[in-house]
């Protein structure tokens, strides 16, 4: 696990070429010659250690005449985390959820730092898990219980809780659960449920983790985030700034071709991606038939096609913590996406 901290010192020790992204570019053409993916931790991000494994960001761009370009990929452990990377220009790529796509968008639209989504990345579902066995729906939970997200308030997770909250109480007590919430990397929140050895007794999770603490005993879901969004909804994004696409739109053809073509292979070749995600990941929980089994999932799909954007958008600028409303999805997507049939 790589913390802000350790991130930014491993940026710093690493050669120029990918410390400054951005910046770096050949001397033989306009286009950067290095890029940053950064990701955070989980099977949604199996499209990156795929197009990692396959060097597709590198293919892709070779096929666009952009053949010098390095790609570098990087983990951190949390959403906060990641949108200071990109804001601070220590990468060009991040894979968050759509509430962070839509913040991000509501805060720099117009700007010449907006941010915008480049695609999706794969629609999962989240699952409230806890080991207290008294709470059965969210309506059990009090203030002696410890929600862990990948980042409170912001983060996907907490956003859907929010929903949550609202449909069983109210809109006007949409944040009646936020006190209740704690940011925790998503491995470390599940070691706290399974062992029942700090004080985080619940964790809104995502693959392969929940998983693993379903099965652990004593723990159960309470809520999945699928019900309270009425179906599908896409888990990440794949966000960057308008100001890099508009300067590289080589790469960023590169990196969207990329992604598209490891989604196909993740859909055509679940033992594989499995394979690849164990070997990435060092995961030692999960062998390969099991693996294969959760990224099969009906329940995860491997598409770059956005889904309930705006349903995000809407609950967001309703409760007043996005202040416009954009008029489609297509608002918060880079052009390369608008032919697919996004909501």
């Known amino acids: 696990m790589i913390h802000r901290r350790d991130f930014c010192k491993a940026l710093a020790a690493t050669p120029a070429v990918l410390a400054t992204p951005a910046l770096r570019r050949s001397a033989f053409a306009d286009e950067a010659s290095s890029i940053v993916l950064v990701s955070q931790h989980g099977l949604p991000y199996l499209p990156l250690m795929v197009m990692d494994?396959?060097?597709?960001?590198?293919?892709?761009?070779?096929?666009?005449?952009?053949?010098?370009?390095k790609p570098g990929y990087r983990t951190l452990g949390g959403t906060q985390s990641l949108i200071d990377a990109l804001l601070s220009g220590q990468m060009n790529f991040g894979v968050t959820g759509v509430p962070g796509l839509n913040t991000l968008w509501d805060k720099t639209a117009g700007t010449p730092n907006e941010v915008r989504a480049l695609s999706a990345v794969q629609s999962m579902p989240f699952m409230l898990v806890t080991n207290r066995e008294a709470v059965k729906t969210i309506k059990d939970f009090n203030e002696h219980d410890k929600i862990a997200l990948p980042a409170v308030k912001v983060s996907s997770q907490a956003i859907c809780l929010q929903m949550a909250a609202a449909k069983e109480w109210g809109q006007d007590q949409y944040a009646k659960l936020d006190p209740l919430t704690i940011t925790r990397p998503h491995p470390d929140a599940a070691t706290s449920v399974m062992s029942k050895a700090t004080e985080i007794n619940s964790?809104?999770?995502v693959v392969p983790y929940y998983y693993y603490e379903l099965a652990t005993p004593g723990v159960h879901n309470v809520l999945k985030s699928y019900d309270t969004l009425g179906g599908p909804a896409t888990n990440g994004v794949m966000i960057m700034s308008k100001k890099f696409r508009d300067a590289n739109p080589k790469v960023t053809g590169a990196v969207y071709a990329a992604l598209t073509e490891a989604e196909e292979f993740i859909?055509?070749?679940p033992g594989d991606a499995a394979q690849i995600y164990i070997k990435t990941t060092n995961e030692k929980r999960g062998g390969p038939?099991?693996?294969t089994r959760f990224i099969a999932d009906p329940d995860n799909i491997w598409t770059t096609a956005p889904q309930q954007t705006m349903t995000f958008a809407n609950f967001m600028h309703k409760v007043g913590t996005m202040k416009r409303v954009p008029a489609s999805w297509k608002d918060l997507y880079m052009p390369e996406s608008h032919e697919l049939k996004g909501s």
């Open 53 to 69: 494994e396959f060097k597709l960001v590198e293919k892709h761009a070779q096929k666009l005449g952009v053949a010098w370009l």
């Open 203 to 205: 964790h809104y999770s």
């Open 267 to 269: 859909n055509k070749n």
């Open 289 to 291: 038939a099991e693996m």
